[in-house]
């Protein structure tokens, strides 16, 4: 399903029930041993609480009209560093519009508002550790005069008895990576990890990203 919009560029920085995650194989499970790299949180996480922040942030409740943009799932499980499952950890992400602009009150881009667009979501992963969002592509932003960042997801995960993750979500093939500082920040053997491939799964463009957190000592 695609939902079309005029996509501007920008002048400044549940798991769902019946979703079918992108399967991994036992060879890429073994690999996900490494803690996931943390990244910067940035300068927009919401400062306020919010009526809905389910696993889709396509559509507000109480609202007919869906976001604007690309709609895409991006599914993963959040592992330990043993690669065993995690239940019961909380997965909150939080993202631009497909305009490049978030949507909170800090953020002095220019580029359209999205008033459908929810921008903000938070579930908890299954027995087998998985979870799943359904949302828009978040468009490219200009973070100052000489650096566009490239679409991006922020992720904050989190379970008692492990250390806390901070980091984000970038997308394969996007010319921008190559360029963004943050994701250059990340060791170079570290930094695929980061980076998701989107393949079309039950009429959706589709991303798995994992998630690896360290065992509290």
Partial sequence: MIITSKISRRSLLAASTGVTAVAMTA????????VTP??????????????????DLTLIEGHTEHAKGNVIRVT???????????????????????????????DPNTAPRDPNFQGW??????????????????GAYDADENWTRPPH????????????ITTQMYFAGEALNDSDP????????????????????????????????????
């Fill in 27 to 34: 060879t890429a499970m073994a690999a996900l041993t490494a």
């Fill in 38 to 55: 943390a990244n910067p949180e940035g300068p927009f996480y919401p400062k306020h609480k919010q009526a809905d922040k389910d696993a």
């Fill in 76 to 106: 993963g499980q959040v592992l330990d560093d043993q690669g065993e499952p995690i239940e019961g950890a909380v997965v909150d992400i939080w993202q631009a519009n497909t305009h490049g602009r978030y949507h909170h009150e800090d």
């Fill in 121 to 138: 979501g938070m579930v908890k992963t299954d027995a087998d550790g998985r979870y799943s969002f359904t949302t828009i592509k978040p």
């Fill in 153 to 164: 997801i922020h992720y904050k995960v989190s379970r008692r008895g492990y250390h806390e």
């Fill in 182 to 217: 943050l994701l250059r920040s990340v060791a170079e053997d570290a930094r695929d990890s980061l980076v998701v491939d989107f393949h079309e799964v039950d009429g959706l463009p589709s991303g798995h990203f994992p998630i690896v957190l360290a065992k509290v000592v």
